[in-house]
Structures are given as structure tokens and as C-alpha cells.
């Protein structure tokens, strides 16, 4: 689930590769609604070990698992996956 708060961690680049991608279901209120909002999330191994962010559905179908490619990110915050996300125009 996006968090939505002022976010105070350093921006920090590293070499990564996407090793897992997963879909969660989330249930904000089971009682008072059936419906499941989806989470997707993606995985990556970089020299300061594993690394798990949220992102939004298209990138997620964007980036195939195995991709290397340059990672910065922002304490729980994806900020970019060279050449693969954002995707530019």
C-alpha cells in the first residue's frame, strides 16, 4: 500500500536486478467492505542485500523479473529503475 507521508531518507542509488514480483490483496476493512484493493510489489537484490518496493500496476507489468539496471529509491520509495521506470517518453 503507497504510503503517503513527508519522506525525510536519504536518496540513495545502487546496482540492482529484479528477483521477484508479487500481487497482495488488501483489505483495508473486511467488515465493512468485501472488496480487495491490489498491491504489487517488486524485489531486488543489490549489494545492500534485498530490497522491496510498491509500485503502481503498469510499471510492475513493465519490468520483466532478471532486468539489471541502476536503482534509486528514496528509505521505502521507488524512485527510479533505469531505463525502465518511470517510463519516459
Known amino acids: 500500500m503507497k504510503r503517503y507521508t ?3 531518507c536519504p536518496l540513495s542509488t545502487v546496482e540492482a536486478t529484479l528477483v521477484k514480483k508479487t500481487v497482495h490483496s ?41 532486468v539489471k539496471s541502476e536503482l534509486t529509491y528514496q528509505g521505502y520509495e521507488l524512485i527510479s529503475f533505469k531505463d525502465w521506470y518511470p517510463v519516459t517518453q
Open 26 to 66: 488488501y483489505h483495508p476493512n473486511p467488515v465493512t467492505s468485501s472488496s480487495a484493493t491490489l498491491i504489487y510489489e517488486l524485489q531486488f537484490e543489490t549489494e545492500k542485500g534485498l530490497l522491496t518496493f510498491e509500485i503502481d500496476a503498469f510499471g510492475y507489468q513493465t519490468i520483466p523479473t532478471g
Open 6 to 8: 513527508i519522506n525525510h
